[in-house]
């Protein structure tokens, strides 16, 4: 999968231990039956690492992210199903391998105005990216091989995983020869068929219904749609206008989410949260101890909505804040504070939710 800021990869193997601990619960419905965990929702999927990684697990995920690069990436990972469309998504990437170089946008845009890629790859992109829309493929066969190019280009992209910059120097990789492989598309999910959803986190809340909600919001001033900007020009291939020196579509100017500002996170989280009030019966949040909010005010916000269980992960930094902060001549102009984070998981639900999981932290510690 592509390199992405707050990437759960090491997370992951934690959260499907929080949930099979829920789901081993087993709460009950409002008519007294027992109730386990079948499907789950991801209310700010980004890469649905997460998502893949529930759907391989048998659940069946919700998938939400209102960056529509995210959403394809979703349809990919979480709504498509491999039994349906694998064949002709090979044979198309065959096909798209093929094409020849033909020079357009994503050339002039990133690789001759900005050095986010050399001109052999980007003329390629420009090339297999206008078959794509000629082809006018299903959403799901054209989700797949959509994630398949991004993929490529991230493959052979001159940057430290962020695109708000190019580095100074080629990165060796870039000189390597883009190539489309076949996305992990797994099989429908024993639980159900996923789907993917493109709305707004609050709107999602008020909308999908799950056993589990997983929450995993921006949680500071960096921007996804600022960050991952070619990604999201390569889904919508709107050819927007640009600005700045990494090209960023100008609509990262408007389009801002309240959870990247320190005065208007509070009130989306609550909104998000009373949102799923009702429609999932056990909450599980990411938040870093470098977020908006304090781990104070949001226990306090959580505990309204079910007992509150708080499970530690210490990691390392992007890299971006491992070698500190450059202007855009190179000079370092920016001192690295700290190397590593504490990730805070937070499980809300239930009485019995909360002694599944306390028994789970009781055995890791033992």
Partial sequence: ???????????????????????????????????????????????????????????????????????????CYVQADREDLWDDARALLERYNQLPPKPGYVT?????????????NGARVDAIREAIADDALSPELEAVVLTSLMEAADRVDSTTGLQMAYLKSWAPRAYNDLE???????????????????LDAAEAARTLRGDIAYIDPPYNQHKYLGNYHIWETLVRWDKPETYGVACKRVDCRARASPFNSRRRIAAAMGAVLDGLAGRVQTLIVSFSNEGFLSRDELEATLARHGEVTVLEHDYKRYVGAQIGIFNPKGKRVGKVSHLRNKELMYVVGPAAVRHAVSALIERGAA
């Fill in 108 to 120: 002039e845009t990133f690789c001759r105005r900005a050095r986010f890629f050399q001109e052999h």
């Fill in 1 to 75: 999968m592509i390199k992405y800021l707050g990437s759960k990869r090491t997370l992951i193997p934690r959260i499907l231990e929080v949930i099979q601990a829920v789901d081993q619960a087993k709460t009950l419905t409002e008519d007294g039956r027992p109730r386990g965990v079948r499907s789950v929702i991801d209310l700010f999927s980004g890469t649905s690492r997460v998502g893949h990684a529930l759907k391989r697990a048998g659940y069946r995920v919700l998938a939400n992210d209102h960056n529509a690069y995210a959403a394809v990436l979703a349809r």
């Fill in 180 to 198: 489309l492989r076949m996305p992990e598309v797994l099989p429908r999910a024993p639980a159900g068929k996923g789907a993917a959803h493109q």
